[in-house]
């Protein structure tokens, strides 16, 4: 078949598959008022008064420690896991215990890391996982 | 003579999408707007296939990716730039691999059909291939590591966020065709003053505005 009838199908096939995932991102868009942290279910205020506050940049962010939030959640030998943070919108990313301890949770449950790309920062995080 | 031509093409198109990447692109994430498939379907696509038409050599498109990702990596503002840089160069790349893998360099006049359809297929697959780049080569650079599992995961809303950068696209690609028919030459004597002019206000523009944040 010509490229020039090729290309028209190509593109038709790519809306298609743009449109069918746009939907489907849509439809499993996840809504919860808790934060799922080693098992457990959190409201943000009451995982803000269990663990430490952190700031970083000279208080630019603020929030409370992930370090702390885990060992406080029941983690043991901490160093040994890794750690799965999971937004709303399916954006999820896995760090280190050592990230963890430069990281920071803020009270719109967004994760920063002070040693980490921007990449690091899931917005609306609903789940923690330890792994 | 030819060859210096094309480097000052790849460096004045480079400049001008890291310009535009830096200053436009870091307005757009302030309001919150979709700035890289804004980004990607209007500047990269627009810039790259404008000066494939007109230059009709593969390899540029993979120099003005560099030139612009080595801009953003200047302007370490808006978003994350370590990922704008690398997603950058990643879409110059692909461009290029896929303008020259699918022969879709155009001898014949085009019907707008298949300019359309050359903008959803080039802004959707360079849109989504530098967003998976990206998404794989940041966590390596870092110390946190790359796990699959994660790009797995994410896959359905990359392949929903290049909608807009296909539809955008839409419209670029027949716009820098008639653009094109226009024919605009610029004559040999200010071809290099006016490229190398073009170019260094745009690095000197993104270093002071880098200045001046910080």
Same mark, same amino acid.
């Given at each position: 078949?010509?490229?020039?009838?090729?290309? +028209?199908?190509?593109?038709?096939?790519?809306?298609?598959?743009?449109?069918?995932?746009?939907?489907?991102?849509?439809?499993?868009?996840?809504?919860?008022?808790?934060?799922?942290?080693?098992?457990?279910?959190?409201?943000?205020?009451?995982?803000?008064?269990?663990?430490?506050?952190?700031?970083?940049?000279?208080?630019?962010?603020?929030?409370?420690?992930?370090?702390?939030?885990?060992?406080?959640?029941?983690?043991?030998?901490?160093?040994?896991?890794?750690?799965?943070?999971?937004?709303?919108?399916?954006?999820?990313?896995?760090?280190?215990?050592?990230?963890?301890?430069?990281?920071?949770?803020?009270?719109?449950?967004?994760?920063?890391?002070?040693?980490?790309?921007?990449?690091?920062?899931?917005?609306?995080?609903?789940?923690?996982?330890?792994? | 003579?030819?060859?210096?031509?094309?480097?000052?093409?790849?460096?004045?198109?480079?400049?001008?999408?890291?310009?535009?990447?830096?200053?436009?692109?870091?307005?757009?994430?302030?309001?919150?707007?979709?700035?890289?498939?804004?980004?990607?379907?209007?500047?990269?696509?627009?810039?790259?296939?404008?000066?494939?038409?007109?230059?009709?050599?593969?390899?540029?498109?993979?120099?003005?990716?560099?030139?612009? /990702?080595?801009?953003?990596?200047?302007? +370490?503002?808006?978003?994350?730039?370590?990922?704008?840089?690398?997603?950058?160069?990643?879409?110059?790349?692909?461009?290029?691999?896929?303008?020259? /893998?699918?022969?879709?360099?155009?001898?014949?006049?085009?019907?707008?059909?298949?300019?359309?359809?050359?903008?959803?297929?080039?802004?959707?697959?360079?849109?989504?291939?530098?967003?998976?780049?990206?998404?794989?080569?940041?966590?390596?650079?870092?110390?946190?590591?790359?796990?699959?599992?994660?790009?797995?995961?994410?896959?359905?809303?990359?392949?929903?966020?290049?909608?807009?950068?296909?539809?955008?696209?839409?419209?670029?690609?027949?716009?820098?065709?008639?653009?094109?028919?226009?024919?605009?030459?610029?004559?040999?004597?200010?071809?290099?003053?006016?490229?190398?002019?073009?170019?260094?206000?745009?690095?000197?523009?993104?270093?002071?505005?880098?200045?001046?944040?910080?």
């Amino acid at each position: 078949m010509e490229k020039d009838r090729l290309l +028209p199908i190509f593109a038709l096939l790519i809306l298609l598959i743009g449109s069918a995932s746009s939907i489907y991102v849509y439809a499993t868009q996840a809504t919860t008022n808790t934060l799922l942290v080693n098992g457990q279910h959190y409201t943000i205020n009451q995982i803000f008064s269990l663990a430490k506050p952190r700031s970083f940049n000279e208080s630019q962010y603020s929030g409370i420690a992930l370090d702390d939030l885990m060992l406080k959640t029941g983690v043991s030998q901490p160093e040994q896991h890794k750690y799965t943070l999971k937004g709303a919108d399916g954006y999820e990313k896995t760090v280190t215990w050592e990230n963890m301890k430069n990281g920071l949770l803020t009270k719109d449950s967004e994760s920063i890391f002070s040693n980490l790309p921007k990449a690091f920062r899931v917005k609306d995080i609903i789940t923690i996982e330890v792994k | 003579m030819k060859n210096m031509k094309f480097i000052a093409g790849i460096i004045v198109f480079g400049s001008l999408w890291g310009f535009a990447e830096c200053i436009i692109g870091s307005l757009m994430r302030d309001v919150n707007l979709p700035a890289g498939a804004i980004m990607t379907g209007i500047f990269a696509i627009g810039l790259m296939t404008f000066s494939r038409v007109s230059f009709r050599q593969p390899g540029m498109q993979i120099g003005m990716g560099l030139v612009a /990702g080595a801009l953003r990596l200047f302007n +370490p503002f808006g978003g994350c730039f370590i990922c704008s840089a690398i997603a950058i160069m990643a879409e110059g790349l692909l461009f290029d691999l896929i303008w020259t /893998g699918f022969s879709l360099d155009l001898k014949k006049p085009q019907t707008l059909t298949i300019q359309a359809s050359l903008g959803i297929c080039s802004a959707y697959m360079v849109y989504v291939g530098g967003y998976i780049v990206t998404q794989i080569l940041t966590p390596l650079f870092s110390s946190a590591g790359f796990y699959i599992e994660n790009l797995i995961v994410f896959i359905p809303q990359m392949l929903a966020s290049g909608l807009l950068a296909a539809l955008i696209g839409v419209v670029t690609v027949p716009a820098v065709f008639t653009l094109k028919k226009l024919d605009i030459t610029v004559k040999d004597r200010v071809y290099y003053p006016v490229t190398m002019g073009l170019s260094a206000l745009c690095w000197i523009i993104v270093i002071t505005s880098t200045i001046l944040s910080v």
